[in-house]
T-cell receptor
Framework: GAVVSQHPSWVICKSGTSVKIECRSLDFQATTMFWYRQFPKQSLMLMATSNEGSKATYEQGVEKDKFLINHASLTLSTLTVTSAHPEDSSFYIC???????????????FGPGTRLLVL | KQEVTQIPAALSVPEGENLVLNCSFTDSAIYNLQWFRQDPGKGLTSLLLIQSSQREQTSGRLNASLDKSSGRSTLYIAASQPGDSATYLCAVPLLLNQAGTALIFGKGTTLSVSS
């Protein structure tokens, strides 16, 4: 089946630093990728939609200047948390949608997630 | 605005029991509905996807049903095992009647099966 990877799986950083998280679709091209955030004991909340070759679309309440998204190729989207603060500590998960017509069992494939802890 | 609700929030059962997890959504014009499993600190594993035209899907000991008109779905787990312990999430597409969009998730039901 289709595979989506994320790197790193774990990151601990000091407050004020920037952290980059990569999301890769390993065996299919993804024109659209999604970034979600999950706080402890909460559900996944969509942060933004990453579109290859164009600007990302952010959900209400998500600061686009703080969470920079770059979808430079059909297999890679990056999320950069700029000037991270302790309240940004969360579990970040990406997903990717295969091209139309190639979807079999699922509509999108999820990465394994990245746990960010800001001290 | 679509909202997804799951009850109960947590469930503890002894091994071998059959159980039902519930999911409700406010707007019935969904393209499909999906059930996921999430282990602590891990990503998502897709369990079952039900298209809007379907009423149920089965995979092994799992059976998911969908009643669009009432805005409900259930996930039935037969003969539960300790390995079934996880959080189960229900999700529908963000954009109504479209596939390949982002998903709206419920808060999940955390299941604990004791041996």
């Amino acid at each position: 089946g289709a595979v989506v990877s994320q790197h790193p799986s774990w990151v601990i950083c000091k407050s004020g630093t920037s952290v980059k998280i990569e999301c890769r679709s390993l065996d299919f091209q993804a024109t659209t990728m999604f970034w979600y955030r999950q706080f402890p004991k909460q559900s996944l909340m969509l942060m933004a939609t990453s579109n290859e070759g164009s600007k990302a679309t952010y959900e209400q309440g998500v600061e686009k200047d703080k969470f920079l998204i770059n979808h430079a190729s059909l297999t890679l989207s990056t999320l950069t948390v700029t000037s991270a603060h302790p309240e940004d500590s969360s579990f970040y998960i990406c997903s990717a949608t295969p091209p139309s017509g190639s979807v079999s069992r699922v509509t999108q494939y999820f990465g394994p997630g990245t746990r960010l802890l800001v001290l | 605005k679509q909202e997804v609700t799951q009850i109960p929030a947590a469930l503890s059962v002894p091994e071998g029991e059959n159980l039902v997890l519930n999911c409700s959504f406010t707007d019935s014009a969904i393209y499909n509905l999906q059930w996921f499993r999430q282990d602590p600190g891990k990503g998502l594993t897709s369990l079952l996807l039900i298209q809007s035209s379907q009423r149920e899907q089965t995979s092994g000991r799992l059976n998911a049903s969908l009643d669009k008109s009432s805005g409900r779905s259930t996930l039935y787990i037969a003969a539960s095992q300790p390995g079934d312990s996880a959080t189960y999430l229900c999700a529908v597409p963000l954009l109504l009647n479209q596939a390949g969009t982002a998903l709206i998730f419920g808060k999940g039901t955390t299941l604990s099966v004791s041996s």
